[in-house]
Protein backbone atom coordinates (compact mmCIF):
# COMPACT_ATOMS: atom_id res chain seq x y z
CA UNK A 1 0.00 0.00 0.00
CA UNK A 2 1.32 3.17 -1.15
CA UNK A 3 0.82 6.35 0.88
CA UNK A 4 -0.16 8.12 -2.19
CA UNK A 5 -3.52 6.35 -2.19
CA UNK A 6 -4.57 8.19 0.49
CA UNK A 7 -3.88 11.72 -1.21
CA UNK A 8 -6.27 13.98 -2.33
CA UNK A 9 -6.95 17.41 -2.98
CA UNK A 10 -8.67 20.07 -0.22
CA UNK A 11 -9.50 23.74 -0.88
CA UNK A 12 -7.70 25.46 2.11
CA UNK A 13 -11.16 27.49 2.27
CA UNK A 14 -12.64 24.43 3.66
CA UNK A 15 -10.49 24.11 6.57
CA UNK A 16 -12.95 25.24 9.96
CA UNK A 17 -11.01 28.13 11.73
CA UNK A 18 -13.56 28.14 14.49
CA UNK A 19 -15.94 25.11 15.67
CA UNK A 20 -19.80 25.42 15.06
CA UNK A 21 -22.13 27.38 17.68
CA UNK A 22 -23.82 25.38 19.04
CA UNK A 23 -21.62 22.23 18.70
CA UNK A 24 -24.75 20.23 17.48
CA UNK A 25 -25.40 22.49 14.55
CA UNK A 26 -22.08 20.78 12.39
CA UNK A 27 -22.73 19.04 9.40
CA UNK A 28 -23.02 15.25 9.68
CA UNK A 29 -22.22 12.79 6.89
CA UNK A 30 -23.60 8.72 6.99
CA UNK A 31 -21.36 6.90 5.14
CA UNK A 32 -23.01 3.18 4.09
CA UNK A 33 -21.69 0.53 1.97
CA UNK A 34 -23.93 2.26 -0.72
CA UNK A 35 -25.47 5.69 0.36
CA UNK A 36 -24.32 8.72 1.13
CA UNK A 37 -26.51 11.09 3.24
CA UNK A 38 -26.42 14.48 4.76
CA UNK A 39 -27.73 15.12 8.03
CA UNK A 40 -26.60 17.50 11.13
CA UNK A 41 -24.96 15.77 14.31
CA UNK A 42 -28.23 16.45 15.90
CA UNK A 43 -29.75 13.64 13.63
CA UNK A 44 -27.61 11.51 15.58
CA UNK A 45 -29.70 9.80 17.85
CA UNK A 46 -32.54 8.87 14.84
CA UNK A 47 -29.46 7.50 13.16
CA UNK A 48 -28.61 5.09 16.03
CA UNK A 49 -31.26 2.55 17.95
CA UNK A 50 -32.08 1.81 21.51
CA UNK A 51 -29.30 -0.27 22.73
CA UNK A 52 -26.66 0.91 20.83
CA UNK A 53 -23.89 1.96 23.03
CA UNK A 54 -21.60 4.79 22.65
CA UNK A 55 -17.84 5.25 23.28
CA UNK A 56 -15.73 8.13 23.78
CA UNK A 57 -12.26 9.69 24.93
CA UNK A 58 -12.55 11.07 27.86
CA UNK A 59 -9.07 12.65 27.65
CA UNK A 60 -8.60 16.26 28.59
CA UNK A 61 -6.19 18.30 26.68
CA UNK A 62 -3.53 20.08 28.91
CA UNK A 63 -0.98 23.14 27.65
CA UNK A 64 1.42 21.38 25.91
CA UNK A 65 3.42 24.26 23.56
CA UNK A 66 6.54 25.60 24.73
CA UNK A 67 8.57 28.53 23.12
CA UNK A 68 11.99 27.86 23.88
CA UNK A 69 15.45 29.43 23.21
CA UNK A 70 18.85 27.74 22.72
CA UNK A 71 20.88 31.13 22.82
CA UNK A 72 19.30 33.21 20.49
CA UNK A 73 17.89 30.87 18.12
CA UNK A 74 13.83 30.23 19.29
CA UNK A 75 12.85 26.05 19.25
CA UNK A 76 9.19 25.01 19.24
CA UNK A 77 8.69 22.26 21.63
CA UNK A 78 5.24 20.17 22.00
CA UNK A 79 5.51 18.67 25.06
CA UNK A 80 4.22 14.84 24.78
CA UNK A 81 4.45 12.51 28.20
CA UNK A 82 6.43 12.70 31.70
CA UNK A 83 8.85 9.69 31.74
CA UNK A 84 9.42 7.36 34.97
CA UNK A 85 12.57 9.39 35.79
CA UNK A 86 10.57 13.03 35.80
CA UNK A 87 12.01 13.73 31.92
CA UNK A 88 9.83 14.60 29.23
CA UNK A 89 9.57 13.18 25.78
CA UNK A 90 8.54 15.85 23.43
CA UNK A 91 8.59 16.82 19.72
CA UNK A 92 11.07 19.81 18.35
CA UNK A 93 10.74 21.78 15.39
CA UNK A 94 14.33 22.26 13.90
CA UNK A 95 15.08 19.42 16.28
CA UNK A 96 18.62 18.55 13.69
CA UNK A 97 19.66 21.82 15.40
CA UNK A 98 19.66 20.38 19.21
CA UNK A 99 22.31 18.01 20.61
CA UNK A 100 22.56 16.17 24.20
CA UNK A 101 23.45 18.54 26.68
CA UNK A 102 21.99 21.97 24.93
CA UNK A 103 20.39 24.11 27.66
CA UNK A 104 17.00 25.63 26.48
CA UNK A 105 15.61 28.89 28.00
CA UNK A 106 12.14 29.16 28.59
CA UNK A 107 11.25 31.94 31.15
CA UNK A 108 13.89 33.51 33.71
CA UNK A 109 13.10 30.69 35.90
CA UNK A 110 12.63 27.63 33.90
CA UNK A 111 15.02 25.90 31.87
CA UNK A 112 15.14 22.46 30.12
CA UNK A 113 18.39 20.29 29.46
CA UNK A 114 18.51 17.65 26.12
CA UNK A 115 19.08 14.68 27.16
CA UNK A 116 17.96 12.86 23.73
CA UNK A 117 17.47 13.72 20.16
CA UNK A 118 15.80 10.51 18.08
CA UNK A 119 15.41 11.10 14.27
CA UNK A 120 11.79 11.97 13.84
CA UNK A 121 12.39 14.94 15.51
CA UNK A 122 11.30 13.93 19.12
CA UNK A 123 13.74 14.54 22.35
CA UNK A 124 14.19 14.07 25.63
CA UNK A 125 14.31 16.59 27.88
CA UNK A 126 15.21 17.14 31.97
CA UNK A 127 13.06 20.70 32.92
CA UNK A 128 14.34 22.83 36.02
CA UNK A 129 11.06 21.95 37.48
CA UNK A 130 8.96 19.49 38.10
CA UNK A 131 5.60 20.47 35.90
CA UNK A 132 6.89 22.39 32.79
CA UNK A 133 2.82 23.40 31.52
CA UNK A 134 2.66 26.12 34.04
CA UNK A 135 4.76 27.92 31.21
CA UNK A 136 3.00 26.06 28.55
CA UNK A 137 -0.25 27.26 26.08
CA UNK A 138 -2.89 25.18 23.90
CA UNK A 139 -0.81 23.29 20.81
CA UNK A 140 -3.46 23.85 18.65
CA UNK A 141 -2.99 21.83 15.11
CA UNK A 142 -1.00 24.31 12.43
CA UNK A 143 -3.75 24.64 10.27
CA UNK A 144 -5.71 26.70 12.56
CA UNK A 145 -4.32 30.12 11.97
CA UNK A 146 -3.56 31.67 15.33
CA UNK A 147 -1.33 34.33 14.50
CA UNK A 148 -0.72 36.19 18.19
CA UNK A 149 -1.71 32.21 19.60
CA UNK A 150 -4.87 30.38 20.79
CA UNK A 151 -8.04 32.69 21.36
CA UNK A 152 -9.62 32.53 24.84
CA UNK A 153 -12.54 30.84 22.97
CA UNK A 154 -10.21 27.99 21.86
CA UNK A 155 -9.24 26.82 25.68
CA UNK A 156 -13.17 25.73 26.02
CA UNK A 157 -13.67 24.96 22.22
CA UNK A 158 -11.17 22.82 21.88
CA UNK A 159 -12.38 20.27 24.90
CA UNK A 160 -14.66 17.81 24.58
CA UNK A 161 -17.68 17.36 27.43
CA UNK A 162 -16.27 14.15 28.35
CA UNK A 163 -12.87 15.58 28.74
CA UNK A 164 -12.07 14.15 32.19
CA UNK A 165 -8.24 12.91 32.99
CA UNK A 166 -5.33 15.77 32.09
CA UNK A 167 -2.61 13.91 29.44
CA UNK A 168 -3.78 14.99 25.78
CA UNK A 169 -1.81 17.11 23.68
CA UNK A 170 -4.32 17.30 21.53
CA UNK A 171 -8.07 16.73 21.65
CA UNK A 172 -10.29 13.69 20.36
CA UNK A 173 -12.15 15.86 18.28
CA UNK A 174 -15.10 13.88 17.27
CA UNK A 175 -16.40 14.19 21.04
CA UNK A 176 -15.96 18.50 20.26
CA UNK A 177 -19.75 17.99 18.45
CA UNK A 178 -21.29 16.78 21.87
CA UNK A 179 -23.63 19.05 23.89
CA UNK A 180 -25.09 17.97 27.53
CA UNK A 181 -28.91 18.33 25.15
CA UNK A 182 -27.16 15.63 22.87
CA UNK A 183 -26.64 13.61 25.38
CA UNK A 184 -29.87 13.82 27.00
CA UNK A 185 -31.49 13.68 23.87
CA UNK A 186 -29.04 9.91 23.28
CA UNK A 187 -30.33 8.78 26.44
CA UNK A 188 -33.68 9.15 25.91
CA UNK A 189 -33.32 7.22 22.71
CA UNK A 190 -32.44 4.22 25.01
CA UNK A 191 -28.58 4.36 24.06
CA UNK A 192 -25.91 4.07 26.00
CA UNK A 193 -22.92 5.70 26.69
CA UNK A 194 -19.58 4.62 27.96
CA UNK A 195 -15.91 6.44 28.68
CA UNK A 196 -12.58 5.59 27.87
CA UNK A 197 -9.22 6.68 27.89
CA UNK A 198 -6.38 7.34 25.23
CA UNK A 199 -4.08 10.36 25.69
CA UNK A 200 -3.70 11.58 22.17
CA UNK A 201 0.29 12.22 22.00
CA UNK A 202 2.29 14.68 20.23
CA UNK A 203 2.92 12.24 17.34
CA UNK A 204 -0.44 12.93 16.47
CA UNK A 205 0.50 16.32 14.25
CA UNK A 206 3.63 14.59 12.05
CA UNK A 207 3.20 13.66 8.86
CA UNK A 208 3.66 9.98 7.13
CA UNK A 209 6.93 10.36 5.50
CA UNK A 210 7.29 6.97 3.99
CA UNK A 211 5.65 5.76 0.55
CA UNK A 212 5.30 2.02 1.80
CA UNK A 213 2.64 2.75 4.59
CA UNK A 214 3.62 -1.00 5.92
CA UNK A 215 6.89 0.85 6.80
CA UNK A 216 5.21 2.91 9.14
CA UNK A 217 5.36 2.87 13.16
CA UNK A 218 3.60 5.23 15.08
CA UNK A 219 4.53 7.00 18.45
CA UNK A 220 3.18 4.65 21.17
CA UNK A 221 0.13 6.42 23.07
CA UNK A 222 -1.01 5.73 26.91
CA UNK A 223 -4.40 3.89 27.25
CA UNK A 224 -7.09 3.15 29.82
CA UNK A 225 -10.01 1.03 29.60
CA UNK A 226 -11.95 0.07 33.46
CA UNK A 227 -13.38 -3.05 34.07
CA UNK A 228 -16.52 -1.13 34.32
CA UNK A 229 -16.56 0.61 31.07
CA UNK A 230 -15.18 -2.86 29.59
CA UNK A 231 -18.39 -5.20 31.28
CA UNK A 232 -21.00 -1.98 29.76
CA UNK A 233 -19.79 -2.48 26.30
CA UNK A 234 -19.47 -5.97 26.13
CA UNK A 235 -22.80 -6.62 28.05
CA UNK A 236 -24.54 -3.74 25.18
CA UNK A 237 -23.13 -6.03 22.46
CA UNK A 238 -24.06 -9.37 24.07
CA UNK A 239 -27.65 -7.70 24.12
CA UNK A 240 -27.85 -7.28 20.55
CA UNK A 241 -26.27 -2.85 20.59
CA UNK A 242 -23.79 -1.83 17.90
CA UNK A 243 -20.61 -0.14 19.51
CA UNK A 244 -20.05 3.34 17.80
CA UNK A 245 -16.61 4.54 18.35
CA UNK A 246 -16.35 8.59 18.91
CA UNK A 247 -13.02 9.06 17.02
CA UNK A 248 -10.37 7.48 16.14
CA UNK A 249 -8.65 7.46 19.48
CA UNK A 250 -11.50 5.65 20.84
CA UNK A 251 -11.94 2.84 18.01
CA UNK A 252 -7.39 2.66 17.98
CA UNK A 253 -8.13 1.79 21.91
CA UNK A 254 -11.40 -0.45 21.77
CA UNK A 255 -9.04 -2.72 18.94
CA UNK A 256 -6.51 -3.00 21.10
CA UNK A 257 -7.66 -4.11 24.12
CA UNK A 258 -10.17 -6.83 22.61
CA UNK A 259 -9.43 -10.43 22.03
CA UNK A 260 -9.94 -12.34 19.05
CA UNK A 261 -13.45 -12.25 19.19
CA UNK A 262 -13.88 -9.02 20.09
CA UNK A 263 -14.58 -9.05 23.90
CA UNK A 264 -13.14 -6.00 25.58
CA UNK A 265 -11.03 -6.46 28.51
CA UNK A 266 -9.68 -4.03 30.85
CA UNK A 267 -5.92 -1.98 29.94
CA UNK A 268 -3.75 -0.16 31.48
CA UNK A 269 -1.47 0.34 28.89
CA UNK A 270 -0.04 1.86 25.61
CA UNK A 271 -0.54 1.20 22.06
CA UNK A 272 0.89 2.27 18.72
CA UNK A 273 -1.69 0.20 16.71
CA UNK A 274 -1.72 1.73 12.96
CA UNK A 275 -4.72 0.55 11.20
CA UNK A 276 -4.55 -0.34 7.55
CA UNK A 277 -6.42 -2.08 4.72
CA UNK A 278 -6.49 -5.09 5.26
CA UNK A 279 -6.93 -4.65 9.28
CA UNK A 280 -9.76 -6.91 10.77
CA UNK A 281 -11.96 -4.93 12.98
CA UNK A 282 -13.44 -6.79 16.16
CA UNK A 283 -15.30 -3.83 18.10
CA UNK A 284 -16.46 -0.88 16.56
CA UNK A 285 -19.64 -1.37 14.24
CA UNK A 286 -19.53 2.35 13.70
CA UNK A 287 -17.48 5.00 13.81
CA UNK A 288 -18.27 8.92 13.88
CA UNK A 289 -14.79 10.86 13.11
CA UNK A 290 -14.09 14.10 11.83
CA UNK A 291 -12.56 15.01 8.22
CA UNK A 292 -9.12 14.39 8.05
CA UNK A 293 -5.68 15.24 6.40
CA UNK A 294 -4.78 13.74 3.18
CA UNK A 295 -1.92 11.26 3.59
CA UNK A 296 -2.00 10.81 7.40
CA UNK A 297 -2.70 7.91 9.85
CA UNK A 298 -6.10 9.11 10.57
CA UNK A 299 -7.64 8.97 6.85
CA UNK A 300 -5.38 5.45 6.19
CA UNK A 301 -7.73 4.29 9.38
CA UNK A 302 -10.97 5.70 8.06
CA UNK A 303 -10.27 3.68 4.26
CA UNK A 304 -9.56 0.44 6.35
CA UNK A 305 -12.82 0.64 8.08
CA UNK A 306 -15.15 1.87 5.34
CA UNK A 307 -12.92 1.22 2.45
CA UNK A 308 -10.41 3.35 0.44
CA UNK A 309 -12.82 3.57 -2.80
CA UNK A 310 -15.93 4.68 -0.76
CA UNK A 311 -13.74 7.02 1.57
CA UNK A 312 -12.55 9.00 -1.65
CA UNK A 313 -15.70 8.98 -2.59
CA UNK A 314 -17.60 10.66 1.02
CA UNK A 315 -14.44 13.13 0.83
CA UNK A 316 -15.30 14.79 -2.71
CA UNK A 317 -19.03 14.59 -1.84
CA UNK A 318 -17.88 16.57 0.99
CA UNK A 319 -15.57 18.99 -0.37
CA UNK A 320 -18.47 19.92 -3.20
CA UNK A 321 -20.67 20.52 -0.78
CA UNK A 322 -18.69 22.47 1.77
CA UNK A 323 -18.36 20.46 4.63
CA UNK A 324 -15.73 22.03 7.05
CA UNK A 325 -12.56 19.81 7.73
CA UNK A 326 -10.65 19.05 10.22
CA UNK A 327 -10.46 19.73 14.27
CA UNK A 328 -13.08 22.56 14.13
CA UNK A 329 -14.94 21.21 11.07
CA UNK A 330 -18.14 18.45 10.13
CA UNK A 331 -17.93 14.93 10.89
CA UNK A 332 -19.36 11.70 8.95
CA UNK A 333 -20.71 8.20 10.69
CA UNK A 334 -19.13 5.64 8.96
CA UNK A 335 -20.91 2.51 8.74
CA UNK A 336 -18.39 -0.22 8.89
CA UNK A 337 -17.64 -2.18 5.42
CA UNK A 338 -16.97 -5.80 5.59
CA UNK A 339 -16.95 -6.24 1.91
CA UNK A 340 -14.19 -3.84 1.77
CA UNK A 341 -11.42 -5.66 -1.38
CA UNK A 342 -8.48 -5.00 1.24
CA UNK A 343 -9.98 -6.23 3.98
CA UNK A 344 -9.91 -10.09 2.10
CA UNK A 345 -6.45 -9.80 1.92
CA UNK A 346 -5.74 -10.18 5.70
Known sequence: MRLSDFSFDLPPERIAQHPA?????ARLLEVTPDSLADHTIRDLPSLLAPGDILVANDTRVIPAAISAHRGKARVSLTLDHALPDGSWFALARNARRLHPGDILT???????TVL??????SVTLRF????PTIAARLALPPYIARAAGP???????YQTIFAAHPGAVAAPTAGLHFTVALLAALRARGILTATITLHVGAGTFLPLRTEDISQTRLHAERGHISEAAAGAINAARARGGRIVAVGTTTLRLLESASDPAGRIHPFDNETNLFIRPGYRFRTADLLLTNFHLPRSSLFVLVSAFSGTARMH???????????RFYSYGDACLLHRNPDEPESKKA
Do not use: K, V, W
Open 21 to 25: NPRSD
Open 106 to 112: ITPSLSA
Open 116 to 121: ARMPDG
Open 128 to 131: SAPD
Open 151 to 157: LPADEQD
Open 313 to 323: AAYRHAIARFY
